[in-house]
C-alpha cells in the first residue's frame, strides 16, 4: 500500500474526512442522489421494455433486490413509484421522456465528480460538456452493470440448465451457479464503484487497476451502514412518528447520506495511498 501501514493509511483518511469536510459533501450526495434515482429507474424501466408491471418476474426481483439494502419504508416507496411510472407511460413522447431521465439522472453521478475531486485534491478543470458526459457514461455503466446483475440473477439458473445440458455437465454445474450468483453480483457492484473511482475525478491514473483498495472499503463499509441502517429501523424506527407521511423521504435520504459516505470514504482510501505511492496522475486537460 505504498508503503503505508494499515495504521498510517487510517489516520491520514480520518484526518481527510474533517480535511475535506466529507460529511458536508454526503449530505449533498443524498440531495442529488434523490433528485436522480427516479429519472434513473424510469431509464431502467424504459430499458426493460416496461416489462416490469404488478406482479411480474422482473418486478418482484428488482424491488426485492434493492430491498436487501434499502429500508424498507424506502423499498415501499420506490415500489409505488415504479407503479405509476409503468402505469402512466406511453408511446408519445417516451424519446424525450427518455433523454430527459438520463439528462436528469446524471446529476447525482456530476455530484459524485464534484465530492471525489475534492477526495483527490484537484480542481474541476474539464469543459462541462466534457463532464457532464463523463457523468452520463459512467450513469449509463452503472445502469448498465445493475441490469446485467439483474439478468444473471433471474436467468442466471435458465442458463446455467442449457449450458449444462450442451456440455453434459450434469446438475451439478446449476447447484454451483446457485452458489456462485451472489458473489457474481457483488464483482458487479465492486466493478461499478471501481469505475466511479477510476474515472470520475478529474485525474489520469497511471494503470488500470481491476480492484482499487478503496473499491473494497468503500463497498464493504456500503455494505455495512446499510444493514446496520435497515436492522436500526426494524427496532428504533420513530421516524414516522416525527416526520409523519415525510417519514419515508427523510429515511431515503439518510440511507444516500450514508451511501455518499461510504463512496467518499473509499475515495479518500485511494487518493491517500495513491499520493504515498506517488501514483497520483495529473488533472486532465
Do not use: C
Amino acid at each position: 500500500m505504498g508503503g503505508l501501514t494499515l495504521r498510517e493509511l487510517a489516520g491520514r483518511v480520518w484526518g481527510e474526512l474533517s480535511e475535506d469536510s466529507i460529511l458536508g459533501w454526503s449530505a449533498q450526495l443524498s440531495f442529488y442522489f434523490l433528485l436522480s434515482m427516479f429519472p434513473t429507474l424510469f431509464f431502467l424501466l424504459v430499458l426493460f421494455g416496461f416489462s416490469v408491471g404488478q406482479g411480474t418476474e422482473i418486478r418482484e426481483a428488482l424491488i426485492g433486490y434493492f430491498g436487501a439494502l434499502a429500508p424498507e419504508s424506502a423499498t415501499r416507496l420506490v415500489d409505488r413509484i415504479i407503479r405509476q411510472i409503468t402505469e402512466g407511460a406511453s408511446g408519445s413522447g417516451l424519446l424525450w421522456s427518455l433523454l430527459v431521465a438520463v439528462w436528469a439522472g446524471s446529476s447525482g453521478m456530476t455530484a459524485i465528480i464534484s465530492a471525489l475531486n475534492r477526495a483527490y485534491e484537484v480542481e474541476e478543470t474539464r469543459p462541462w460538456w466534457k463532464a457532464r458526459l463523463v457523468a452520463i457514461a459512467l450513469m449509463l455503466a452503472l445502469v448498465l452493470l445493475m441490469s446485467s446483475a439483474l439478468v444473471l440473477l433471474l436467468y442466471g439458473a435458465k442458463l446455467a440448465e442449457l449450458v449444462a445440458s450442451h456440455f453434459g455437465l450434469g446438475s451439478g454445474f446449476s447447484i454451483i451457479w446457485s452458489i456462485l450468483r451472489w458473489p457474481v453480483v457483488l464483482a458487479f457492484v465492486l466493478l461499478a464503484f471501481n469505475l466511479l473511482y477510476l474515472y470520475a475525478p478529474n485525474l489520469k491514473h497511471w494503470d488500470w487497476q481491476w480492484l482499487m483498495p478503496g473499491t473494497v472499503v468503500g463497498v464493504g463499509l456500503w455494505l455495512l451502514v446499510s444493514v446496520g441502517f435497515d436492522f436500526y429501523l426494524s427496532y428504533f424506527n420513530t421516524y414516522d412518528m416525527t416526520y409523519g407521511s415525510l417519514g419515508t423521504v427523510v429515511v431515503l435520504l439518510l440511507w444516500f447520506y450514508l451511501t455518499g459516505i461510504a463512496i467518499l470514504v473509499g475515495g479518500e482510501v485511494n487518493s491517500e495511498i495513491e499520493r504515498a505511492s506517488d501514483k497520483v496522475g495529473d488533472a486532465e486537460p
